[in-house]
């Protein structure tokens, strides 16, 4: 999603790479759960967050959209986003995900699988002409004396510069695709939108997701910007 603050204003000022050691970790966050209840429909899900959740709960992605995710347009293309459900006894909504019974309540119930967004809260990705850099959102989580940790082992991601450099082919996928999405022919975007979720979210992915989802994204590119 594309904010509209400034750097100065979102962040701490830093740039990080995923070997930097940054004040992050909210110590368990200590029974909070703020982030998982202020979350609006802005849990955007790329390809791999869906795959992690469609193998982690075994669903398919109709199945998953029967309750766990939504789709809604976020800057002029149709994505999927982690659904919200009402509060029980309280006024608001709060991610489906989070715990709301016995030891699990108020955590959350797909922690090794959580979307990429969840394990980089409270920080963020700031996207440069060669790449990215990971920010610090300063204003994000009111937890004041948070701890030191590696960017890498705060995500907890396997093979994560394979991963790094999937996410900075799509984000600059997505990019490119809004800059050229028809501006005045409604009929035609939702076309290449639906052709996107059926690229890259309706299908299962083979086993080995990076190499399934460069076929994939090779195939649609010649489709779309032949
Ligand atoms: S707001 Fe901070 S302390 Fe609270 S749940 Fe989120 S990350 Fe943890
Ligand atoms: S998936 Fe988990 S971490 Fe992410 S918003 Fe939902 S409950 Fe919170």
Redesign the pocket.
Known sequence: MLRNESLEELTDGGKYTADSVVKVD?DG??G?????EVVEDTIILDPYDICALARGLGKSFQELMQREIALGVCDGIILPHLNLVEKENASGRHCVFLGQEGEMQGRCLIHSFRPGFCRL??MGRLYEEEGFSYVLLKN????QDKKECSVRAWLGIEELEQYEAYVLEWHSFIARIREQLPQENEEDRQKISLFLLQSFYLTPYREGFYEDFGERLKKVKGVLFA
């Open positions: 909210p966050c200590r909070c759960h703020l982030c998982c809260f409270p994000e989580c009111p937890y």
